[in-house]
């Protein structure tokens, strides 16, 4: 079993930087891809960035350039580095878990932390 534990979310202004961690609790963390996920209110939950167990990265268009996932295997912990934020970027943030490749669709994923509330003031 992996269990995960998000922290870092709050509230910020809009141009400001928040940096997530997700601390996974497993024996063989670096064979887990690992993703960041975010559901706004009324929306579904949508793919943010992930990260394969070597450090190959995917992004999602509507962050690319402005958040960085990066992962410590010697930690078990992933981060998610946001910068420049937007008020929509305003949601729960979610990190999942998967043995192996790298994925963008939250069904995909096996193991989730219980997510951390990301809120981007104008």
């Known amino acids: 079993q992996v269990h995960l534990v998000e922290s870092g979310g709050g509230l910020v202004q809009a141009g400001g930087s928040l940096r997530l961690s997700c601390v996974a609790s497993?024996?063989?963390?670096?064979?887990?891809?690992m993703g960041w996920f975010r559901q706004a209110p009324g929306k579904e939950r949508d793919f943010v960035a992930g990260?394969?167990?070597?450090?190959?990265?995917d992004y999602a268009d509507s962050v690319k350039g402005r958040y960085t996932i990066s992962r410590d295997n010697a930690k078990n912990t992933v981060y998610l580095q946001m910068n420049s934020l937007k008020p929509e970027d305003t949601a729960v943030y979610y990190c999942?878990?998967?043995?192996?490749?790298?994925?963008?669709?939250?069904?995909?994923?096996?193991?989730w932390g219980q997510g951390t509330q990301v809120t981007v003031s104008s």
């Open positions: 999942g878990a998967r043995k192996w490749p790298l994925q963008r669709v939250p069904t995909a994923y096996n193991y």
């Open positions: 497993g024996r063989t963390f670096n064979t887990f891809a």
């Open positions: 990260i394969s167990g070597y450090g190959n990265t």
